[in-house]
């Protein structure tokens, strides 16, 4: 079996399973969404959040891009597709939480680190160029594990970048909308929660 065949056996199981256990909630789906929270996450395959929250559609507006990063605010040049999706979520959604978050090992961030200038990288380093600044200051620091600490300061400039936009910090300041940092160990399977007041992550407690 073909690895495309295999995506349409899912579909299949989907259709046996999922659709039909479901079907009202995507007959309610159908006439609308309602999401009140949306996710910033990495386009990693590894680190799916619909996965990882254990969510049913509908319930998220999940954005997915190269190191999970935020464009600062700015009108011209170029197509503007974080700022499109975070516009709709914001203004036409209304959702209530957005959380940006980060990964370990993430491939973008590990070529921020690598430097640019790489042939084949036409896009990707205008791209991570969002996390220069943020890569000069961990060099500076030398901490024992540069990755994990670039991919925790990656957050905190999409968290400082998400602030950039008019409609996101007036909604924050009426209290309307909230942000949140994350960072998901893949090789621990645990998510870490930014606490913005000090600046650290740390694991959110198990339930159990």
Not at 160 to 175: C, K
């Amino acid at each position: 079996m073909s690895e495309f065949q295999a995506l349409l056996s899912g579909y299949n199981r989907f259709r046996t399973h999922g659709y039909r256990e479901e079907r009202r909630r995507w007959e309610e789906l159908a006439t609308g969404q309602e999401p009140p929270v949306m996710i910033i996450g990495c386009c990693d395959s590894r680190v799916d959040p619909a996965t990882i929250f254990d969510t049913k559609p509908g319930q998220v507006f999940i954005l997915r891009n190269v190191a999970n990063l935020v464009p600062p605010f700015e009108l011209g040049g170029g197509l503007h597709g974080v700022s499109a999706a975070l516009e709709f979520a914001v203004t036409k959604l209304g959702v209530k939480h957005i959380l940006v978050m980060g990964h370990g090992m993430c491939g973008g961030v590990s070529a921020c680190l690598s430097g640019h200038g790489e042939p084949d990288r036409i896009f990707i380093d205008k791209w991570i160029g969002l996390l220069d600044g943020a890569r000069d200051k961990v060099v500076a620091e030398a901490p024992e594990d540069p990755q994990r600490a670039l991919e925790w300061e990656g957050v905190k400039v999409s968290l400082a970048n998400l602030r950039t936009f008019p409609f996101v910090a007036e909604r924050e300041a009426a209290g309307a909308l909230q942000l949140h940092g994350g960072w998901f160990s893949i090789a621990e399977g645990t998510l870490y929660e930014l606490d913005e007041q000090v600046g650290e992550f740390a694991p959110v407690p198990d339930a159990g």
